[in-house]
């Protein structure tokens, strides 16, 4: 049987056309739910791991051949050839050939892209290596059954979930290809094998895709060498002033952060979550509040409380100031940044430049292991179903409530930003995933940036964020223009101390991962889903329509009232959603008590009953997949009967607040 599925898998990967003049075949791995990810072989990239981890020392034609790397960005002890534009197929299998017989090979490993070769586009293509992401059906798999499927397939297990991470769900572990050299069989192969073979243990099986982009734009120079001519606090208070190039604001076109000060919210007590890039500074004179880290890049798996780099990128530490940069301390220096939590707690987790899937999956499993209140995502990377597990487990038990139950960890990610809003390379994954908070950003002007443009904030053509439909789930937007934070100190780790102004989507996450932060700090038993809905509740409608600035129709999907393609559910206002919460009672949630009373048969019984209850029962994927009514008896039956196996959460409601939980299993 394996011989035969392995044949017609050669087929389909093994005699791919590399025509450099033409499409080349389509390629795919499997989906949780048995859907294929569909992707093309960039034909001008040759990826390859040699015997010994060495550099490839063999026979190149100079002439066809761009350039040549070894132990680049992530990709430890890879070499990767780039073709010139004078490459034809046949050089391509030479070449290749000419790999396969100096006796060096390792292992080919295939470089994806989401679009047909054009030789005059620019292709945005992600690298695999020799890592597969696995998550089993059963959370508490046997070792055995671990050990059993190494040996079959020649694997070696890199990165085991945590025993710390709870056992009622299913984590992603990370193996990796050892063996004897092949010149056909690479990840992509081998994570399909997985899926369809085994699947009686193998729940998802995708090959470690890398290449992910932080979502900064680029600013022009003279914002970047004078920053105190820029009113880059303008997000936290903008009354209408000058804020750059002579160009003055709109009065109250900012987040509202001010005004959640003055109530005294500033993050104290709640742990933030970042994953990113570039490294981050334990002695920056202007950050203070960075617990232990923990290095996601593959064989380093360890934490951090000093200085920790994965390059001299600052995507990270801008990130950082953002949310916690010190307030007040401008006398003791140029200390010229404020972050809108600059209370709370920072738990950096680091990834390499060019992210991969399996570090996300590290970073996430790690903070749901910390039990870390918000995680912030300031990238784009494209989907995967072990990364979309971990989300789903971040929302189901993250977050512990002391009581048994799980409140669930506020994810908050970027939409990605698009010049022209018509890049369709740009992903917006995880943004638009089920509990994420999907963040677009606006400007000074509160507009949403380069759709409707009334100043031209960037001094050439404005960056913008991505809009989408209700189907993307996305939430709200928030100022992303000429952001004034931290950067790494010299760019280079000088202690200089430098500073740095960003425009993106990567500042507007922050910014709202910081207000779900002041939100927690009034009320820490809010769950994930309360969160999110009082920052949507919260956002200001600005420009709607037909008001004398409309430009935005907040009705444009009747089935969605409140929701615009481009503002969502509006400009985020932290006082706003603030003072949504006062009206949320103090949730302390109690467990449940039930009895199984047949094999999938459970009975609740309650204490009392207010005639304001009801009950929702969710599966795994947070679909609500049974209601009742306003209860009017102490005493409900709940069957999983007719449902597949696994974990539900049944949830109890008083007047629409979840005041008490329980886990039931199948």
Request: one cysteine or more.
């Amino acid at each position: 049987m394996k011989i035969t599925i392995l044949i017609s898998l050669l087929f389909l990967f093994g005699n791919s056309n590399f025509g450099f003049s033409q499409n080349i075949d389509s390629v795919f791995y499997y989906n949780e739910d048995g859907t294929k990810s569909w992707w093309y072989l960039q034909p001008d990239v040759l990826l390859f791991r040699c015997q010994n981890d060495s550099a490839y020392t063999g026979y190149l034609d100079t002439v066809v051949i761009e350039e040549l790397n070894f132990d680049f960005d992530d990709l430890v002890n890879f070499n990767e050839i780039l073709f010139n534009s004078n490459a034809t197929l046949q050089d391509l299998l030479a070449i290749k050939d000419s790999i396969i017989n100096s006796g060096q090979l390792s292992i080919f490993a295939p470089v994806l892209t989401q679009y047909p070769y054009d030789p005059n586009v620019q292709q945005l293509y992600y690298r695999t290596d020799d890592q597969i992401l696995v998550t089993f059906h059963n959370p508490l798999i046997d070792s055995l059954v671990i050990d059993s499927l190494m040996s079959e397939y020649s694997l070696e297990l890199v990165h085991r979930p945590s025993p710390n991470l709870n056992d009622d769900v299913s984590w992603t572990y990370i193996f990796k290809m050892v063996g004897k050299p092949d010149t056909i069989m690479n990840s992509m192969l081998l994570a399909n094998m997985l899926y369809m073979y085994e699947q009686a243990y193998v729940k998802i099986a995708q090959p470690n895709i890398i290449g992910g982009e932080p979502m900064d734009c680029e600013l022009v120079v003279e914002t970047s060498l004078n920053p105190n001519s820029t009113h880059g606090t303008w997000h936290i208070d903008n009354s209408g002033g000058l804020i750059w190039n002579g160009m003055n604001g709109t009065a109250d076109a900012d987040a509202d952060i001010c005004e959640c000060w003055q109530e005294g919210f500033t993050g104290e007590g709640i742990k933030i979550g970042i994953i990113d890039v570039g490294g981050f500074e334990y002695d920056h004179p202007d950050l203070s509040t960075l617990a232990p880290g923990y290095d996601c890049i593959m064989n380093n798996g360890t934490y951090f409380t000093t200085n920790t780099y994965s390059d001299y990128d600052g995507h990270g530490m801008s990130v950082a100031g953002v949310i916690g940069a010190t307030p007040n301390n401008h006398d003791t220096g140029e200390k010229i940044a404020v972050g809108v939590a600059f209370d709370a707690e920072i738990h950096p987790y680091l990834v390499g430049t060019e992210i991969s899937s399996a570090q996300i999956v590290i970073a996430l499993q790690k903070a749901i292991e910390d039990e870390v209140d918000i995680i912030n995502m300031s990238f784009v990377i494209e989907y995967s179903s072990n990364i979309v597990n971990e989300l789903n487990n971040a929302r189901l038990v993250g977050r512990p409530d002391g009581n048994g139950g799980f409140l669930g960890i506020i994810m908050v990610a970027t939409t990605g930003n698009d010049p022209d809003n018509t890049n369709s390379y740009v992903s917006n994954f995880p943004a638009n995933q089920l509990g994420v908070i999907g963040v677009g950003m606006t400007n000074p002007d509160d507009l949403m940036v380069a759709t409707y443009l009334v100043n031209d904030w960037s001094g050439t053509f404005e960056y913008c964020s991505i809009g989408g439909d209700p189907s993307y789930g996305y939430d709200v937007v928030a100022p992303g223009t000429l952001i004034q934070t931290i950067d790494l100190q010299g760019n280079n780790g000088d202690n200089s101390g430098d500073y740095v102004i960003k425009t993106g989507t990567s500042v507007s996450s922050p910014i709202v991962a910081s207000i779900a932060a002041l939100i927690l700090e009034k009320n820490p038993n809010l769950t994930s889903a309360q969160v999110t809905q009082v920052l949507r509740d919260g956002a200001e409608k600005v420009h709607a329509l037909p008001s004398p600035t409309g430009v935005y129709d907040y009705n444009f999907f009747p089935s969605t009232p409140g929701y615009d393609p481009y503002m969502f559910y509006g400009r985020v206002s932290c006082i706003n959603s603030l003072n949504e919460v006062v009206g949320l009672p103090e949730v302390d949630l109690d467990q449940l008590i039930l009895s199984r009373v047949g094999e999938h048969l459970y009975e609740l019984k309650m204490d009392k009953l207010t005639g304001n209850q009801n009950l929702k029962l969710y599966n795994t994927l947070g679909e609500l997949v049974w209601e009742t009514g306003t209860l009017d008896s102490t005493t409900t039956l709940i069957s999983l009967e007719n449902y597949s196996n696994g974990m539900y959460i049944l949830n109890l409601y008083e007047k629409g607040t979840l005041s008490a939980n329980s886990k039931l299993v199948r």
